[in-house]
């Protein structure tokens, strides 16, 4: 077996057992439920979706710019998850350590665990990205990332269907602790998967002294110049605002549609399954159509998502709803890597991923608030609708521009140009 083949089934594996973990520990559903029955708002749930797209985005470029390059060595790589892990732990032990008669203490350390959860990975991520381009080729890598994350999704819904039932049966006595402490577990598996891979070519080139300060004079010339990297912004922008929306979906079945536990065992598959259809489908899409092509597959499923969780007045079409929430998501790591991998190239991997998530950390922690102040405010309906816009004005761009697929690397700096 060739290394690169080798590399593509470990990285799957990996994905694998991270869906596995992950489901465990689903903000849009097992810690928004949690919340929920800790006496928490629409606002408190748009709030836990902020911290979570933050942690995630924030840190990245300075990630980028403060470790070296080896942590893209793949042993290195498994070491910087480690932290991370603490969030699961920390928040699961909330609802046995903090006293039944205090939920207000319990919400307060079950957000923090989570905002430790989301940091640790969003220092990770520019490093696995620049891990990823060493170790798969760049012509496999729109079809690795798909069935990576069906995979990963796949892993999910085996898990998924399983924390629901916890929470069900256990609740905050012992449901939430128990599906929030077995994640590690799985996320332990997929660190080990993680240490087969090989790199096939070198660590990026390090960070010069005073690289901050050119990341960001190249932000604000890539702002100011017209092309692919400001239309890719964009586009992210308006996915963030896209997906936002659903990040309430559980609140209002629960508030609202006032939808009984069991149906709601049916969600996190439902959501899990959406997302594998979508990494499949938009990592061959991106291959094989292009980038255009998967990001208008993938607003459209954004779209109806939008219209279904509102017209939904059965147990069949909310979660037909989450399908295409878990669809529209899918296209963060599947069709946004490969754009970005593509731009940057691989000694440019680590600093572009992080510049550009960086970049969307105001946008990311600002939408899912103002979704959950929005529908307290105007009501679900009205934030719904918002969403769908946002779908629609993507869908406008990407039939009006056309350069998306330039393969020009619009990331490097002038000097470097030159």
Request: charge should be positive; aromatic fraction near 12%.
């Amino acid at each position: 077996m060739k290394p690169a083949q080798r590399n593509f089934i470990a990285g799957v594996a990996s994905e694998f057992f991270w869906g596995m973990g992950f489901a465990l520990f689903l903000p849009q559903i097992l810690v928004s439920r949690a919340l929920v029955e800790l006496g928490g708002s629409a606002t408190l749930v748009g709030l836990l979706a902020s911290i979570f797209s933050i942690g995630l985005t924030l840190p990245q470029v300075f990630s980028a710019l403060t470790l070296p390059p080896r942590f893209t060595d793949p042993p290195r790589l498994v070491g910087l998850h480690l932290p991370a892990l603490l969030g699961p732990l920390v928040a699961g032990l909330a609802f046995l350590v903090v006293p039944a008669k205090y939920p207000g203490y319990t919400v307060v350390v079950v957000l923090a665990g989570f905002a430790m959860f989301s940091m640790g990975i969003g220092i990770v991520i520019p490093h696995w990205v620049g891990c990823v381009g060493r170790c798969i080729p760049e012509k496999v890598r729109g079809r690795y990332f798909g069935v990576a994350f069906f995979g990963s999704g796949l892993g999910a819904t085996l898990t998924g269907w399983l924390g629901e039932r916890w929470a069900d049966e256990g609740g905050l006595a012992w449901g939430y602790s128990l599906s929030f402490l077995s994640a590690i577990l799985f996320m332990f598996l997929s660190l080990g998967c993680m240490l087969f891979f090989k790199p096939l070519v070198g660590r990026p080139k390090p960070q010069r002294p005073g690289a901050v300060w050119r990341a960001f004079r190249m932000m604000n010339e890539k702002l100011l110049e017209p092309g692919p990297f400001r239309v890719g912004l964009v586009l992210v922008i308006l996915l963030n605002l896209a997906s936002a929306p659903g990040n309430l979906f559980t609140v209002y079945l629960l508030q609202t549609v006032k939808m009984k536990g069991a149906w709601l065992q049916f969600l996190t598959p439902a959501m899990t399954l959406g997302a594998m259809a979508g990494s499949f489908l938009l990592g061959w899409t991106t291959d094989h159509r292009g980038l255009r092509a998967a990001y208008g597959v993938a607003f459209l499923a954004g779209l109806a998502s939008l219209a279904l969780i509102i017209l939904g007045g059965n147990p069949i079409t909310p979660a037909l709803a989450f399908a295409g929430f878990g669809f529209l998501n899918a296209a963060f790591p599947v069709v946004t890597l490969v754009m970005l991998l593509k731009f940057g190239g691989r000694h440019e991997s680590t600093l572009q991923q992080g510049l550009f998530n960086t970049l969307m950390s105001p946008w990311s922690f600002l939408a899912p608030i103002a979704a959950g102040w929005l529908a307290g405010w105007l009501g679900y309906g009205w934030t719904f609708a918002g969403g769908g816009t946002c779908c629609l004005v993507a869908l406008l761009i990407l039939d009006r521009y056309k350069g998306l697929e330039g393969k020009k690397a619009p990331f490097k700096t002038r000097k470097r140009q030159s």
